[in-house]
């Protein structure tokens, strides 16, 4: 019954947002402010059906209704009760219930927070959204039912796999859901200033909180994926430019863009079609991000002929967001105008440079996760692009980049001047030279790449504190911009070491029997049983220490998941600000021998640091009470001239 | 500078710009791009020496031992018409296991050995690896024409 319901929920959800979109999108367009009337509330409307059905779907994983196709998918009555709740958004229907719930968390946050907003305005960018959640649930009620039942029902679930057992990613998938879909209100800004034809200052700085919120939960996102996939996979291995993790990348690589090119169109009126071109593009990436990772089509790209409904569903889907924007973007571009002029030394030539690189950044990433998967569906044979090509491309992207981050905040809009530029910064610059060069030497291990992050981390880092002292009329967002930047250099120095100094060993080890890696010493004290809930598992003691003093004990386990037979690997990891002792069990070998990997990774947990202080950051800049007063202050001071 | 011929020099800057990263970006993808064979290609000498490549198969029944040290571990990739001799140092994936699929990654040595640098096997019971599907549904293809 309770499924039922929760497709009852989505049904009326659907209908909703279809006349929402209708409602608000004609009566935009014809002044007519009844019909417009109804936007906010419908919205809401929608959200809390949508949320009414996502607690539908959990309740059904929490009492273990096995007759619901999903729940046997993704869970199993021995499963503790939190992962129970996960399972919920552990598979393709789930994850597209979470990405609808998501839009109309945001669908409500704008309805709330548009007061200040023209109606017309307003009507239109809940209409875009309307619009996009009437395909999503559309697409979850025609192909991708979560509450399809099963008769007659089954006697236990599939469970859920073992790897998404884990706190991370109970909140990883929400994170990055957040982020995603907040792509959808930028896009909704743009697309809605598009139909207004009016596409200025005002819109851009209506955008703006919009997108470094979507930004920040992006970012925690993709961080808590890194850190899942550190602790979890069970190797250490932080990113590795696997398809799944691009597909998260491409829409933070264009979100960061977009913030850049924002700021300079609320500030200068210039970049605004490029500036809606990259809100139209965020989004359309993050929508493929979702695609890739949840149509399978990452596993096989045959897996789309299984049900060839979600292909074309998929295609139509992101034909019509996609392909609709940007006819409109070809239609309307040409009345935009291209706005404040600059000169080539000016704040507004350097933001243009870090838009260009961040664009060719995630052009890079496109072409290396699509383009084996384009030649596989043409049949044109099977090839793989690993690492090593996007660390060779990005290393000369982001220096630059980084370079120019030291600059841009010091140099003038319209026009600056370079001798100018080089007095403010040459302290600066010897500073992080010299440092920079010398700190490896300190760590005993020089090395050239080493030497260079760490001159471009303590760059970056100087310069956003010199910038604090510049002006006098500080402002939230400033503050917001200087620590997200220091998060960029925390997290350079993080991948910088981590890269650099990182060491591992893999040894065959007794009970009794002891490896060293560089100055620690590990000794295998013994394997024990130690059985969980839903597994079995062999956990060994491993303790480690420096010079004949101890530093601390480790316990990494071998579990065995017996419902889906399948082996994890469960590393045990002492975490500190200096670098990780990693430790993770292999295989047992002959007698009461094990194969035992030693890692140790400096500095990595900087890496997740710096990605939490850029969000931070993010918060603090979307936070911006100028966001929010200065529109109504200066209707308030028009409406005073017009009385 | 009169303006346009400082638009000329910010345009033809801006192509040349993009020029060198379009370069660089392609020159890399060139020299990373993996290729894929099977074991009978590799067997057949259709792969490349010295240049690293990905293989994909069946890892036969009984071929996996470990060397002494208990680091070093040798196995047996076959798609069912040929098999292919790999060495590979450190600690397998968790769901590789004999008679299963399994993908690997590294070059072939002189001595017609297999030197894996990384050995995957990103799938679950039920389900193969696809190249080491594509691998195995070749061969069968492969000797289904011979027979004719």
Request: aromatic share 12%.
């Amino acid at each position: 019954m309770i499924p039922e319901l929760g497709q009852l929920a989505l049904s009326l959800a659907l209908a909703l947002a279809l006349f929402l979109s209708a409602a608000s999108l004609y009566g935009a367009q014809t002044g007519n402010a009844g019909l417009m009337g109804y936007a906010r509330p419908t919205a809401q409307a929608i959200a809390l059906l949508v949320a009414f059905a996502f607690g539908c779907l959990v309740r059904s994983f929490v009492v273990n209704d096995f007759s619901v196709l999903y729940v046997v998918s993704n869970s199993n009555s021995a499963l503790p009760l939190q992962y129970r709740i996960a399972g919920a958004w552990g598979g393709h229907e789930g994850s597209l219930l979470l990405w609808t719930l998501m839009l109309g968390v945001w669908m409500t946050a704008v309805s709330l927070f548009s007061r200040q907003l023209p109606e017309e305005m307003t009507a239109r960018v809940l209409g875009v959204m309307g619009l996009v959640s009437a395909g999503f649930l559309a697409f979850m009620l025609f192909t991708s039912n979560p509450f399809e039942r099963l008769l007659p029902a089954a006697a236990d679930g599939r469970d859920l796999n073992p790897l998404l057992q884990d706190p991370g990613m109970v909140v990883h998938p929400p994170m990055l859901y957040m982020g995603y879909v907040g792509f959808s209100v930028a896009f909704a800004f743009a697309v809605a200033a598009l139909l207004a034809g009016r596409l200025d200052a005002t819109w851009a700085r209506w955008s703006r909180p919009w997108t470094t919120a979507a930004w920040c939960f992006l970012t925690v996102g993709i961080a808590l994926g890194s850190g899942w996939a550190y602790y979890e996979l069970g190797w250490g291995g932080w990113w590795f430019w696997d398809p799944v993790e691009n597909a998260s990348f491409m829409p933070w690589l264009a979100g960061t863009a977009l913030i850049h090119s924002l700021a300079v169109t609320e500030k200068r009126g210039a970049f605004r079609s490029w500036t809606v071109l990259l809100a139209i593009f965020a989004f359309a990436l993050s929508l493929l991000g979702t695609f890739l990772v949840r149509s399978g089509v990452l596993t096989s790209v045959h897996a789309f002929a299984v049900d060839p409904r979600r292909g074309i569903f998929i295609l139509f889907l992101f034909g019509t967001f996609i392909g609709g924007a940007l006819a409109l973007y070809a239609w309307r571009t040409v009345r935009i105008g291209l706005g404040g002029s600059f000169l080539a030394i000016s704040r507004e030539s350097f933001l243009l440079a870090n838009n260009v690189l961040l664009a060719a950044a995630a052009g890079t990433v496109f072409l290396g996760t699509l383009y084996p998967l384009a030649l596989d569906a043409l049949g044109a044979g099977k090839i793989s692009v690993g690492p090593p090509y996007f660390e060779a491309v990005f290393v000369p992207l982001m220096a630059p980049a980084l370079f120019l981050m030291g600059i841009g905040p010091f140099a003038r809009w319209k026009g600056a001047s370079l001798p100018e530029l080089a007095v403010q910064l040459r302290w600066a610059l010897a500073v992080s030279l010299v440092l920079g060069l010398l700190l490896p030497v300190a760590m005993g291990n020089w090395s050239a790449m080493v030497g260079f992050g760490l001159c471009l981390a303590l760059w970056v880092l100087l310069t956003s504190l010199m910038t604090l002292r510049k002006s006098l009329k500080q402002t939230r967002s400033h503050y917001g911009m200087v620590i997200a930047h220091i998060g960029v250099a925390v997290f350079v120095v993080g991948v910088t070491l981590v890269k650099g100094y990182e060491s591992e060993k893999d040894a065959r080890m007794k009970p009794g029997d002891t490896v060293a890696l560089g100055a620690y010493v590990f000794r295998l004290d013994g394997v024990a049983d130690a059985d969980g809930p839903n597994y079995k598992a062999a956990r060994a003691t491993v303790s480690v220490t420096r010079g004949g003093k101890a530093v601390t004990v480790l316990y990494p386990e071998k579990r065995f998941y017996p419902v889906q037979q399948s082996t994890m690997t469960e590393a045990a990891i002492d975490s500190g600000l200096g670098g990780d002792l990693y430790v993770s069990l292999g295989e047992p070998l002959d007698g009461d021998a094990w194969l035992v990997r030693v890692q140790r990774k400096p500095f990595v947990d900087w890496i997740w640091g710096g990605c939490l202080i850029m969000a931070l950051g993010g918060g603090f800049a979307a936070s911006d009470r100028r966001y929010r007063v200065s529109v109504s202050k200066k209707t308030k001071a028009l409406a005073e001239v017009a009385a | 500078m009169k303006p346009r011929h400082k638009r000329i020099v910010a345009i033809v800057g801006g192509v040349v710009a993009l020029g060198i990263v379009a370069a660089l970006v392609l020159g890399a993808f060139k020299q990373n791009l993996v290729f894929f064979f099977t074991p009978s290609e590799v067997v057949e000498q259709k792969a490349p020496q010295g240049r690293t490549f990905r293989i994909g198969g069946m890892v036969e029944k009984g071929s996996v031992k470990r060397q002494a040290d208990g680091v070093t571990v040798q196995f047996t990739v076959t798609d069912t018409a040929k098999s292919l001799p790999v060495t590979f140092r450190g600690s397998l994936p968790d769901l590789f296991r004999e008679g299963k699929g399994v993908v690997a990654q590294g070059q072939l040595g002189a001595d017609g050995v297999f030197r894996a640098s990384e050995v995957l096997a990103k799938h679950d019971e039920n389900y193969m690896p696809p190249e080491a599907k594509a691998a195995v549904d070749k061969a069968h293809e492969t000797a289904r024409t011979l027979k004719q």
